[in-house]
């Protein structure tokens, strides 16, 4: 039978039969290491929604971003509704894929056909270089954060396909979004390149030139965030080794979690749904999220699993006059939601 995570407040102890889990709770002044497991592009497919619902009845995965303009948004939207436990947010789409406003009104945005340049780097130079798709790129991650808001109820984050969210122009519209809307967390790549070079040495030259670049561009973002209050997790791990995991780099990754810090680590698992074969990649990480030895090696090492909304409920508790962006966004706490 599927193991659900548990829950910050219920009983915690290993049910009769279980394989051995980490608890999902509170961090705050327990001096535990934290750590949100996330599944990126729920909607995509069919394949993605049945890998990241496994992953999170049989798994570790505790969240998940649901991109609004993906053929299988609806039924990832009515899966989050029938689990609870799992923390879902808006993975925006500004990069390698679909608008959901038409392309008359996004001022060049987009094609004909409403599609986003493919790669992250051209689409977010040209957001920041192209002035006259600036008031258009607000609109269309307006109305994303509206659908996905008309989705699910309630969002507790955000962050971007292929992490564009993190680039100029870009993060300053939806770090105002998401402090107007009252979504209280934001993903920061703060990543340890050389942690993830002691595990895994291909392409380091890439990872250095990307880890200097994002870095960068989680500094600059992070402050804009501070001045809202909004807030991410201390370090994430999954962006240099994308479509690259393995067991043996996840079980690397958990020896070295930052002690006492909320690390969030993601990852892009599918399963088999209808005829079509998920991707190997993709299979592949789901079953490290379903392995008993990720389960076990969180429990030696001592992790806390947790969620952005359980970390917005804990910054509420601890500082009510924030409590109007820290509590994670519902349909109908904004005028226009």
Not at 37 to 66: K, P, W, Y
Not at 195 to 220: I, N, P, Q, S, Y
Not at 294 to 309: M, Y
Request: with cysteine; proline share 6%; glycine share 10%.
């Amino acid at each position: 039978m599927p193991v659900a995570p548990e829950v910050a407040g219920k009983n915690n102890g290993p049910r009769r039969g279980s394989k051995a889990r980490p608890e999902l709770g509170r961090r705050e002044g327990t001096g535990r290491t934290g750590l949100i497991v996330s599944g990126d592009d729920f909607g995509a497919s069919a394949q993605v929604n049945a890998g990241i619902i496994e992953a999170h009845r049989r798994g570790v995965l505790t969240s998940a971003g649901l991109m609004v303009t993906a053929p299988a948004a609806a039924e990832a939207a009515a899966a989050a509704k029938a689990l609870p436990s799992l923390d879902v947010g808006l993975h925006v789409v500004l990069c390698n894929g679909r608008s959901l406003l038409p392309p008359a009104r996004l001022n060049g945005m987009v094609d004909g056909a409403g599609r986003f340049p493919r790669h992250e780097v051209s689409a977010g130079l040209r957001y920041l270089l192209d002035r006259r798709v600036r008031g258009a790129l607000g609109d269309e991650c307006r109305a994303q954060l509206e659908r996905g808001l008309q989705m699910l109820g309630r969002l507790s984050h955000l962050d971007g396909h292929h992490n564009i969210h993190l680039f100029p122009v870009v993060a300053d519209v939806l770090i105002d979004l998401a402090a107007e809307y009252g979504v209280p967390c934001i993903r920061l790549l703060r990543e340890s390149t050389l942690t993830t070079l002691a595990l895994a040495r291909d392409r380091m030259a890439l990872k250095l030139v990307e880890g200097v670049f994002f870095r960068w561009l989680t500094r600059r973002a992070r402050r804009l965030m501070a001045e809202r209050g909004l807030f991410g997790a201390d370090w994430l791990f999954g962006f240099h080794q994308s479509g690259r995991l393995s067991e043996r780099y996840v079980s690397g990754v958990i020896a070295r979690l930052p002690a006492g810090a909320v690390t969030e680590f993601y990852f892009h698992p599918a399963g088999p749904a209808g005829a079509a074969p998920p991707d190997p990649k993709r299979l592949s990480e789901l079953k490290i999220l379903t392995s008993p030895a990720f389960s076990e090696a969180l429990v030696r090492r001592g992790v806390t699993l947790t969620t952005f909304a359980a970390l917005a409920a804990e910054r509420s508790a601890a500082h009510p006059r924030a409590a109007g962006v820290s509590g994670a966004s519902e349909a109908g706490s904004h005028p226009e939601a």
